[in-house]
């Protein structure tokens, strides 16, 4: 079979990869021309282990070829629309990525084809794109098309290993749709594979990241309340988590990437009546950077230095540890909450551009440096050492990094009560 994959950004890349390496011809369409032009030179535009390797061999081999002309996707056996389904300023879902794609593949396909949606969308979307589909077209979903919701559920950072030995969920318009995926995806996955309908796979896809959010949540909650009791939370959660039945999640100084922040909005926003839980679960999580900003506030008083004459350095940009991607990052939302209140905002992380070249350089004539990002090589930093650079010696911990307050030191962590 011939596939066209749409959209090659960090999902549809590492998908069309697979699909080549497993046998099929795969033609990958983007409208960024330069992605374009990198991939068909065999280099990744994403940062993810293992992708250069497996990028060449495909595009080497000639299964992958990347393109933006649409005449080159005309009447493919399927179709994988990858694109992003982000929210707008208002918080509801901005679907016009999805239905550009939809309107793409309508206009290339041939009877028969079978389209797939990988996309994360609020529930009741598929049924509504083939609706749209037979619109333009005129071909009856089932019949003469078939479609299916095969969300992704990969962590970035181990995407090519979760591809294959995940479980998969393939949710189709009729049972026929998900069959003929279901031989399709067996080509390269090894995990289970279960066969429903398409608005149980858009519901399913975004529990999972509900459920992770809702459980953040209730730990930052209790980071709240270690504050106000003068414990460490850690300590608390990791005697809690002792208990056979408990398995709290680890709190701090936010919750960001393009998954997590989104997804329960997706999930609720179709719905008719309002849900609570997931709403304010939601707000707690977003309200994190100011508990953090509250405790740099509360050291520096400690310190008597008025903020406004305050030089922070915020190690770690990225959403969470050891990755390089900066969509919905705590880390920023904590320093545009800061910037108007100091003298000088710095940021270093060894894996966004843009930030100070060095951590000895962001950390020269410093009066407080934040934690934001639980990047592995922050774990085993020389606190005395790199201390001796600063101008003023304030550490706040927002991601549980460092075990032990440094001597000399004013320290405070999100949850960290007993300091
Ligand atoms: N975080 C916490 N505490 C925790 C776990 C995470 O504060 O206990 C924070 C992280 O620091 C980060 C954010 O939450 O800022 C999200 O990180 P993550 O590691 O939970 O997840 P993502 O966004 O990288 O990937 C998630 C995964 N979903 C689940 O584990 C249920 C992944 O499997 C999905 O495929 C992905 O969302 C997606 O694309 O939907």
Request: glycine share 8%.
């Amino acid at each position: 079979a011939e596939i066209a994959v749409i959209g090659l950004g960090y999902i549809g890349l590492p998908t069309a990869i697979m699909f080549a390496n497993a046998g099929f011809n795969v033609t990958g369409y983007e409208i960024r021309k330069d992605v374009v032009e990198r991939i068909n030179s065999g280099k990744a535009h994403i940062v993810e282990p293992d992708i250069d390797d497996l990028l060449r061999k495909v595009i080497e081999s000639g299964k992958l070829r990347a393109t933006s002309n649409p005449a080159d996707i005309r009447e493919k056996d399927v179709y994988i629309i990858c694109v992003q389904t982000p929210l707008r300023e208002d918080r509801t879902p901005n679907l016009t990525y999805l239905e550009s794609a939809v309107e793409t593949v309508a206009k290339a396909m041939k009877p028969g084809a079978l389209i797939v949606i990988e996309s994360t969308i609020p529930p009741l979307t598929t049924v509504r794109m083939a609706e749209f589909i037979e619109e333009l077209t005129g071909l009856k979903p089932g019949r003469d098309f078939y479609m299916v919701h095969a969300p992704e559920r990969v962590m970035p950072g181990r995407i090519f290993r979760e591809l294959v030995y995940n479980s998969r969920i393939l949710g189709g318009i009729t049972p026929e749709s998900a069959e003929i995926a279901e031989r399709l995806y067996r080509s390269f996955v090894k995990g289970q594979v279960f066969r429903t309908k398409s608005t149980v796979s858009e519901v399913v896809k975004l529990m999972e990241n509900t459920f992770r959010d809702v459980n953040i949540a209730l730990a930052n909650e209790f980071a709240y309340l270690a504050h106000q009791y003068g414990i460490n939370v850690f300590e608390a959660i990791e005697l809690a988590n002792s208990h056979p039945r408990v398995k709290i999640h680890v709190p701090g100084i936010g919750v960001g990437g393009h998954c997590l922040p989104k997804d329960p909005h997706l999930l609720v926003w179709p719905a008719r009546d309002d849900f609570g839980l997931i709403r304010l679960a939601r707000e707690i999580n977003d309200g994190m950077p100011l508990l953090a900003k509250d405790l740099l506030f509360e050291a520096l008083r400690t310190i008597n230095l008025p903020p406004e004459k305050a030089v922070v350095a915020v190690l770690g940009l990225a959403y969470k540890g050891d990755s390089d991607d900066t969509r919905n990052s705590p880390a920023s939302a904590f320093v545009e909450a800061i910037v108007d209140d100091v003298a000088e905002v710095r940021t270093y992380d060894p894996f966004v551009e843009g930030t100070h070249g060095s951590l000895e350089e962001a950390l020269r004539g410093a009066d407080a440096v934040v934690i934001a990002t639980d990047h592995t090589v922050f774990r085993s930093l020389d606190w005395e050492t790199l201390g001796k650079l600063m101008r003023n010696r304030v550490l706040i911990d927002g991601r549980h990094v460092v075990e032990m307050p440094p001597e000399g030191f004013v320290f405070k962590g999100v949850g960290r009560g007993e300091y």
